[in-house]
């Protein structure tokens, strides 16, 4: 009898939405952000979220990081209720990379080593996981004294990756991943992530505008439209062509920016 994968995280009925005072200063709709969003995330889980500009995704995944608390509902990891968790340990669990690579002033190799530092790892032990993601992502050497403005975009991105990576936590958050890459880039970064479970039990949960690269990714796809969560779909099951022109249709009616 095959064994049902362990739910990770539980959204139950979350809402968010920011004070009259900031909604007025940033000309964000009157709607809440996100409303009454309910949904799982099993063990192994690849799941793509995606909608039309506006609709809530990155607001999504900074609440799975704590990085802003709900307005209404409640999330729980592994069946803890995340109010119940550290945040500084909650983020070791689920990880947050988000669209904004910032090095904070270090070289690649500072900016990759700095977390595994935080976990007490060994530098043998650093070098180690450095070694195998630099090689997972084709990263070259002579990247790694570089600092931030010494980086393209696209480079940017994927040492901002890479960041995410080389913790390997149970979860992880990705916004927007392989928007500033190439295609051929982008695709090997949906094939790693991909076998991230296989080969690390790492669930990923991933905001990504482009389709394409979403069906490749995903085995269950989130779409939200107007902060509410219009459909919850394996991904077997997903028309990605209707999909597509339903997203059009979305992105012409919405002019907001989350």
Same mark, same amino acid.
């Given at each position: 009898? #095959?064994? @049902? ?6 959204? !139950?009925?979350?809402? $968010?939405?920011?004070? *009259?005072?900031?909604?007025? %200063? ?73 669209? #904004?690579? @910032? ?6 190799? !500072?900016?990759?080593? $700095?977390?595994?530092? *935080?976990?007490?790892?060994? %530098? ?135």
């Amino acid at each position: 009898m #095959e064994t @049902k994968p362990q739910i990770q995280l539980k959204i !139950e009925q979350v809402s $968010y939405a920011e004070t *009259l005072t900031v909604r007025a %200063k940033q000309k964000l709709p009157e709607y809440p952000i996100l409303q009454d969003i309910s949904f799982e995330v099993y063990e192994g889980d690849r799941l793509a979220i995606t909608g039309p500009t506006g609709a809530g995704k990155s607001y999504l995944l900074r609440l799975l990081n704590r990085l802003y608390e709900p307005t209404r509902g409640k999330i729980y990891l592994e069946n803890q209720e995340y109010q119940q968790i550290r945040a500084i340990e909650l983020r070791q669990i689920v990880t947050l990379v988000g669209q #904004e690579p @910032k090095l904070l002033g270090m070289s690649v190799r !500072e900016a990759l080593a $700095y977390p595994l530092m *935080l976990r007490s790892f060994t %530098k043998p032990q650093i070098q180690q996981r450095l070694s195998y993601w630099l090689e997972q992502l084709h990263i070259p050497d002579d990247w790694l004294a570089r600092t931030e403005t010494q980086l393209s975009g696209g480079q940017r991105q994927l040492v901002n990756l890479a960041r995410g990576l080389v913790i390997q936590p149970k979860i992880l958050l990705l916004d927007e991943p392989t928007s500033n890459l190439d295609i051929k880039t982008a695709e090997r970064i949906i094939k790693i992530l991909n076998q991230l479970y296989k080969k690390h039990q790492t669930t990923v949960l991933m905001v990504n505008h482009q389709l394409n690269l979403a069906e490749n990714f995903c085995t269950r796809l989130l779409y939200l439209q107007q902060g509410r969560l219009v459909k919850n779909q394996t991904a077997s099951l997903v028309n990605w062509s209707s999909l597509q022109e339903s997203l059009k249709q979305a992105e012409a009616e919405d002019d907001f920016d989350f």
